[in-house]
T-cell receptor
Framework: DTGVSQNPRHKITKRGQNVTFRCDPISEHNRLYWYRQTLGQGPEFLTYFQNEAQLEKSRLLSDRFSAERPKGSFSTLEIQRTEQGDSAMYLC??????????FGSGTRLTVV | QKEVEQDPGPLSVPEGAIVSLNCTYSNSAFQYFMWYRQYSRKGPELLMYTYSSGNKEDGRFTAQVDKSSKYISLFIRDSQPSDSATYLCAMSVWNYGGATNKLIFGTGTLLAVQP
């Protein structure tokens, strides 16, 4: 197992376009988390899944954002109608039920 | 007021110096305290964690928690150029059953250790 994998590593998109990111967690981890990190700030919680159930969503996750984790394996985060303010690093992490997070290297989104 | 405040830095120290990184928090329900290290263009990696007030040591790193003052610190002894990174404090409420959920992070302190 090579850890948490995120793709793509970098995405440049035009304002108004839709983008989708993928996260492959550590296989035995049943919890999966999405965070957003802007320059000079710490990561901010967006949402988390326990298996396939989305258990909590932040107010940061506007109606343009949607996350899924079908079958409790990989997860996708989609942003519709991107805005320049969406430019950030999107981090995925996974953990066992009782244990620590392992973060991926993130997807850096640039909206031009 | 943010739930977690972190000294922003940046910090620049000579190799071999002792480094002190600090965070304060306002939510007395936080019971689980962590320090993460983040290299440029990478995700955060867990350095140390603790649940109780007092000191916890791991090699050159010491994590200190003072719940009465709502203050946590990370000390790095004999700092090395390879320690140059952003250091993030993080906290969470410890749920029933011991499962962690969301972490609240500080803004991070950028540390540069000069050879």
């Amino acid at each position: 197992d090579t850890g948490v994998s995120q793709n793509p590593r970098h995405k440049i998109t035009k304002r108004g376009q839709n983008v989708t990111f993928r996260c492959d967690p550590i296989s035995e981890h049943n919890r999966l988390y999405w965070y957003r990190q802007t320059l000079g700030q710490g990561p901010e919680f967006l949402t988390y899944f326990q298996n396939e159930a989305q258990l909590e969503k932040s107010r940061l996750l506007s109606d343009r954002f949607s996350a899924e984790r079908p079958k409790g394996s990989f997860s996708t985060l989609e942003i519709q109608r991107t805005e320049q303010g969406d430019s950030a690093m999107y981090l995925c992490a996974s953990s066992p039920m009782t244990g620590h997070y392992t973060f991926g290297s993130g997807t850096r989104l640039t909206v031009v | 007021q943010k739930e977690v405040e972190q000294d922003p830095g940046p910090l620049s120290v000579p190799e071999g110096a002792i480094v002190s990184l600090n965070c304060t928090y306002s939510n007395s329900a936080f019971q689980y305290f962590m320090w993460y290290r983040q290299y440029s263009r990478k995700g955060p990696e867990l350095l140390m964690y603790t649940y109780s007030s007092g000191n916890k040591e791991d090699g050159r790193f010491t994590a200190q928690v003072d719940k009465s003052s709502k203050y946590i610190s990370l000390f790095i002894r004999d700092s090395q150029p390879s320690d140059s990174a952003t250091y993030l404090c993080a906290m969470s409420v410890w749920n029933y059953g011991g499962a962690t959920n969301k972490l609240i992070f500080g803004t991070g302190t950028l540390l540069a250790v000069q050879p």
